[in-house]
Antibody
Framework: EVQLVESGGGLIQPGGSLRLSCAASGFAVISDYLSWVRQAPGKGLEWVSLIYNDGRTFYADSVRGRFTISRDNSKNTLYLQMNSLRAEDTAVYYC????????????WGQGTLVTVSS | QSVLTQPPSVSAAPGQKVTISCSGSSSNIGNYDVSWYQQLPGTAPKLLIYDNNKRPSGIPDRFSDSKSGTSATLGITGLQTGDEADYYCGTWDSSLNAVVFGGGTKLTVL
């Protein structure tokens, strides 16, 4: 069974850093597209970042230069390093696998909550 | 403001049919397939439809989609109270080099 499990969320002060992890099982992270998508409280889905199987990376304008997506093939885990965090980064962060295309996400993890507040 | 435009809410009675529109442009829907997601309250999104009306295993054929030009439409027939959820469309945008989502549509089954 293909499964994704996020971790690493929590309360962080503005300007701080946090690294999210997404442990994959049932497939190899090196072989698929993987995205981070976030959802602010009471709001819609916002795509954050994508890594291709060939290693190319893409970012939303709102996080480019502050967030970095990466993967550890030996641990079969996806990461999102988040620096210079702002209040508007507060959201549930989901990781999701791209199936067939980079923008068709299936499955999604359960999400991890990041709260940026002083 | 989302790149893809969806109505904020739709409603219909049990057993009826409802459609949810998703409007974009030539840089996204006009040239790429659309995926649709269902998000039940308090849960992660789930893939409903992708790649021209394909459904993942377990998704009933009450859910369907269509596309015309720069717009896509999700159709749900035989509405059930369990279909009450938020629905999102998504695709690739070649101008932004980004995945884009609609703002979401809240379905109420009256």
């Amino acid at each position: 069974e293909v499964q994704l499990v996020e971790s690493g969320g929590g309360l962080i002060q503005p300007g701080g850093s946090l690294r999210l992890s997404c442990a994959a099982s049932g497939f190899a992270v090196i072989s698929d597209y993987l995205s981070w998508v976030r959802q602010a409280p009471g709001k819609g889905l916002e795509w954050v970042s994508l890594i291709y199987n060939d290693g190319r990376t893409f970012y939303a304008d709102s996080v480019r230069g502050r967030f970095t997506i990466s993967r550890d093939n030996s641990k079969n885990t996806l990461y999102l390093q988040m620096n210079s965090l702002r209040a508007e980064d507060t959201a549930v962060y989901y990781c999701a696998r791209g199936t067939g295309s980079a923008w068709t996400h299936d499955p999604w993890g359960q999400g991890t909550l990041v709260t940026v507040s002083s | 403001q989302s790149v893809l435009t969806q109505p904020p809410s739709v409603s219909a009675a049990p057993g009826q049919k409802v459609t949810i529109s998703c409007s974009g442009s030539s840089s996204n829907i006009g040239n790429y397939d659309v995926s649709w997601y269902q998000q039940l309250p308090g849960t992660a999104p789930k893939l409903l439809i992708y790649d021209n009306n394909k459904r993942p295993s377990g998704i009933p054929d009450r859910f369907s989609d269509s596309k015309s030009g720069t717009s896509a439409t999700l159709g749900i027939t035989g509405l059930q109270t369990g279909d009450e959820a938020d629905y999102y469309c998504g695709t690739w945008d070649s101008s932004l080099n980004a995945v884009v989502f609609g703002g979401g549509t809240k379905l109420t089954v009256l």
